[in-house]
């Protein structure tokens, strides 16, 4: 017997037209349909997220693009922005071994008084209110400084130009420097300290 004869093969099958000519254009729907086709809760929730994400992105190129601030100014020196005014002094009575002047300090950017001292070895100095004594900020601060005699030898008693030597702080620096007050501070302590120091005329005898 003879084998069997297979069939030869026929035509491919015809697939049919592309799914573009049949559907008129892409399969998948178009941004515009799919937006159109979201129901109004979600094109609202979806508007709202993209404007946020705009404002976002806003403020970001503004914070990244925006010039950097200038550096604030130092503070001043102490000694620069503090100044001190003599007021008086209260002569001594007859037999007191001290008195007391006032002043007036102001900082105009805040300091501490630290210390005031006098270069005289026979002066014992100390002040009211206490130190340290912090100077608010352009606010005026009455200052009583107490001078205690404790030797007469060497001091001043003809003083044409006396200061007083002051210590002050603020956060940029500590400083020493002498406050000179004036003509008035002068005559004023060498007088105070006259009357305690020299001694009282004798009376004539017989008188």
Excluded at 6 to 17: I, L, S
Excluded at 104 to 130: C, H, M, N, V
Excluded at 185 to 192: F, K, T
């Amino acid at each position: 017997m003879s084998a069997p004869t297979r069939p030869e093969p026929g035509p491919e099958p015809d697939p049919g037209p592309p799914a573009e000519i049949l559907g008129g254009g892409s399969a998948e729907p178009r941004l515009g349909e799919r937006w159109t086709a979201l129901p109004p809760r979600s094109r609202r929730l979806a508007a709202t997220g993209a404007g946020l994400a705009a404002l976002a992105a806003l403020g970001a190129y503004v914070l990244a693009t925006r010039p950097e601030p200038e550096p604030p100014a130092p503070v001043p020196y102490p000694i620069q922005s503090t100044d001190f005014s003599f007021l008086g002094i209260e002569t001594p009575k007859t037999g007191d071994t001290a008195f007391d002047a006032q002043l007036i300090a102001t900082s105009d950017s805040g300091a501490s008084l630290e210390k005031i001292t006098q270069g005289y070895g026979g002066l014992k100095l100390s002040a009211r209110p206490p130190l340290p004594l912090r100077l608010p900020e352009g606010q005026p601060i009455r200052v009583t400084v107490r001078f205690e005699v404790t030797e007469c030898a060497g001091l001043p008693l003809d003083a044409s130009l006396p200061s007083l030597r002051v210590t002050l702080r603020n956060t940029r620096a500590i400083q020493d420097y002498s406050s000179i007050l004036g003509a008035t501070y002068a005559a004023e302590l060498s007088r105070a300290l006259r009357t305690i120091c020299e001694p009282a005329p004798r009376a004539a005898p017989g008188a």
